[in-house]
């Protein structure tokens, strides 16, 4: 048995002109309230049905973040997009979060990814799917013996004509089996003696029908405890084919330069992730947010002893930290997101936010869950599934220790013996 959905929040909480940031617009306000709206009402209803089940986001949910543009947030509107940035992008994420996290996360799927190919035209083409939720994908990273170390990649990719043969294994695959693509991480070749360990690397676009793995491509489900709503993958690609000119951000121009470009697969997963750890923090803080949230409820429909136990001081004081922790971190990603927007890298900033915000919400789903006592520690109340999908936040978009690393080797300088 779960709870029934928790009452919609119909306006956002009012601020004072002078206490506004700087990024805050009318047209924003707008953007997150009608969010907060289709979350509430739509999304936090069937996740409360399906997500103890494990299941999978319904078709419906699927139409309605087509309908609203959410596929295409960052899309430019010439092409079909709402032609907004990157904290628009996550200002979405953290309100979808809030209910569900797995609709969030499909919002990733999208906006414009695989689509950055040499030809003009199909550039475009699959821009537009991208945007009306036509154009979903999956992207294939990690590998068994590669996580936190990308350059370690292994799967290979080799030339036969028209067409590049890959083969190797993918882990922790997403959406794999239900897209319209997956955007693979492969080997062309091996670096020579003195360059990156990277050199060599390259995207390529495996297109494919939904709901099936196309020939030569197997894979097996990972029984996840959390993050249900889609299924993550084990893939195993054994000679799946290619076409040669689904190569992601090949320069359209010669062939030289062209090469040049396909080799720089490395740089283009670590552009990608600057954005995805900033995207990861806004749904860190819609968990938290969601936690926060149903604690205060409950504090005030839970009675012990005569009265609320809200009434009791130190629950009272753990729910003011948890807010003050959550109205942190949502600072710090909207600032890091407009810092992007700006066309700033933000490498460390985008590793200081997702260290933050997910460490932030791992405790504040604790808390929440002990703040509910039994009940929370019960697939009756839903602060256990914000915990379990917190936890997840840590260590996905590399982990807390990596997002260390890149901070600390941008601030300290190693010396000669190290």
Same mark, same amino acid.
């Given at each position: 048995?779960?709870?029934? &959905? ?85 200002? %979405?994420? /953290?309100?979808?979060?809030? &209910?569900?996290?797995?609709? &969030? ?54 030339? =036969?004509?028209?067409?590049? %043969? ?25 670096? /020579?003696?003195?360059?990156? +360990? ?51 951000? /090949?320069?359209?121009?010669? =062939? /030289? ?6 080799? #720089? ?78 066309? %700033? ?44 999908? #917190? ?22 300088? +190693?010396?000669?013996?190290?």
């Amino acid at each position: 048995m779960t709870s029934t &959905a928790e009452t919609p929040t119909e306006t956002l909480p009012p601020q004072p002109p002078a206490l506004l940031p700087p990024w805050h617009t009318p047209e924003r306000e707008a953007l997150q309230l009608q969010a907060r709206r289709f979350a509430m009402d739509e999304v936090l209803p069937v996740a409360n049905e399906l997500d103890p089940q494990k299941g999978e986001i319904p078709q419906r949910i699927l139409e309605r973040l087509a309908e609203l543009g959410y596929f295409g947030i960052t899309v430019p509107a010439e092409d079909g997009g709402l032609g907004l940035g990157v904290f628009e992008y996550c200002m %979405v994420s /953290e309100e979808l979060a809030r &209910a569900w996290m797995s609709t &969030a996360s499909i919002l990733a799927r999208s906006q414009g990814l695989g689509t950055a190919l040499a030809d003009a035209d199909r550039r475009r083409d699959l821009l537009r799917r991208s945007a009306r939720g036509e154009w979903i994908g999956a992207i294939a990273l990690s590998e068994p013996d590669a996580g936190s170390d990308l350059a370690g990649v292994s799967t290979r990719a080799v030339l =036969d004509g028209d067409e590049w %043969v890959v083969s190797g294994r993918k882990r922790w695959c997403g959406n794999a089996k239900a897209a319209d693509f997956i955007q693979v991480l492969v080997r062309e070749r091996d670096p /020579e003696p003195g360059e990156s +360990r990277s050199t060599g690397l390259l995207n390529l676009l495996l297109e494919k029908p939904r709901g099936e793995f196309p020939e030569g491509l197997t894979g097996s489900p990972i029984d996840k405890i959390g993050y249900h709503g889609f299924l993550t993958w084990d893939l195993a690609f054994d000679g799946v084919r290619i076409p040669r000119g689904n190569v992601i951000d /090949e320069a359209a121009a010669s =062939d /030289e330069e062209g090469a040049e470009a396909r080799r #720089a697969g490395f740089a283009q997963a670590q552009l990608f992730l600057n954005t995805a750890r900033v995207h990861t923090a806004a749904r860190a803080v819609g968990l938290a947010r969601a936690a926060l949230e149903d604690s205060i409820r409950y504090l005030q429909e839970r009675e012990q002893f005569g009265h609320p136990i809200g009434d009791f001081q130190a629950l009272r004081f753990a729910v003011a930290e948890m807010a003050a922790q959550v109205e942190q971190s949502r600072a710090f990603y909207r600032q890091v997101a407009h810092l992007l927007d700006l066309g %700033v890298p933000c490498e460390k900033e985008a590793a200081m936010v997702k260290l933050e915000a997910t460490e932030m919400s791992v405790r504040v789903t604790n808390q929440a869950m002990q703040l509910h006592g039994g009940n929370g520690y019960t697939t009756e109340r839903q602060v256990e599934r914000h915990w379990r999908d #917190a936890r997840l936040t840590t260590i996905f978009e590399g982990t807390s220790e990596i997002q260390k690393r890149i901070v600390s080797d941008r601030l300290l300088p +190693r010396s000669p013996l190290a």
